[in-house]
T-cell receptor, first 109, second 114 residues
Framework: GQNIDQPTEMTATEGAIVQINCTYQTSGFNGLFWYQQHAGEAPTFLSYNVLDGLEEKGRFSSFLSRSKGYSYLLLKELQMKDSASYLC??????????WGAGTKLIIKP | IAGITQAPTSQILAAGRRMTLRCTQDMRHNAMYWYRQDLGLGLRLIHYSNTAGTTGKGEVPDGYSVSRANTDDFPLTLASAVPSQTSVYFC?????????????FGPGTRLTVL
């Protein structure tokens, strides 16, 4: 079966750095997405990786290793507004998005 | 309007009743999707449509039906609601011509079936 694993919850301190990991086992691979979802709101697109390596976008970076079935989202200079759930999703061989359950990130002052 | 809208925002429904959740996008995206999101579970795809006039079944289609008469609208119907359909429902759309083909989500409908 297809599976995406992420930690359920993480806690970090304002101003610090946090890394959210995602491992996947899917039938084929056509790209990996990270979305942010604030409580009670819709998911919003953060990043996309299809080739191995690091993609940087401001305070957020996303890394992909296809051979290891592994990605991480790195958040720097954490702000209180970064408190949210972070969803990892993989596009499989049929171009369907398979979603992880999400990681709830709690930022403490 | 800009983006995707959903209606209603929330609804309490008696079991056995029929209900249609509405979704409209104005981005001229070819593909549209319906997901449900339950606590502790990832987004689960109910139905999708790659283009107007076509629909397909997702991971959890039972008890739901959709139609795609035009590009903009993608309603989801629960023919006879059951308590296990209590969930938050998100509609999304994407454009396969876009760089990443990322999905854009509506604000969601919170449905409670009693």
């Amino acid at each position: 079966g297809q599976n995406i694993d992420q930690p359920t919850e993480m806690t970090a301190t304002e101003g610090a750095i946090v890394q959210i990991n995602c491992t996947y086992q899917t039938s084929g691979f056509n790209g990996l997405f990270w979305y942010q979802q604030h409580a009670g709101e819709a998911p919003t697109f953060l990043s996309y990786n299809v080739l191995d390596g690091l993609e940087e976008k401001g305070r957020f970076s996303s890394f992909l290793s296809r051979s290891k079935g592994y990605s991480y989202l790195l958040l720097k200079e954490l702000q209180m507004k970064d408190s949210a759930s972070y969803l990892c999703a993989v596009t499989d061989s049929n171009y369907q998005l398979i979603w992880g359950a999400g990681t709830k990130l709690i930022i403490k002052p | 309007i800009a983006g995707i809208t959903q209606a209603p925002t929330s609804q309490i429904l008696a079991a056995g009743r029929r209900m249609t959740l509405r979704c409209t996008q104005d981005m001229r995206h070819n593909a549209m999707y319906w997901y449900r999101q339950d606590l502790g579970l990832g987004l689960r795809l109910i139905h999708y449509s790659n283009t107007a006039g076509t629909t397909g079944k997702g991971e959890v289609p039972d008890g739901y039906s959709v139609s795609r008469a035009n590009t903009d609208d993608f309603p989801l119907t629960l023919a006879s609601a059951v308590p296990s359909q209590t969930s938050v429902y998100f509609c999304a759309s994407s454009d396969e011509r876009a760089s990443y083909n990322e999905q854009f989500f509506g604000p969601g409908t919170r449905l409670t079936v009693l």
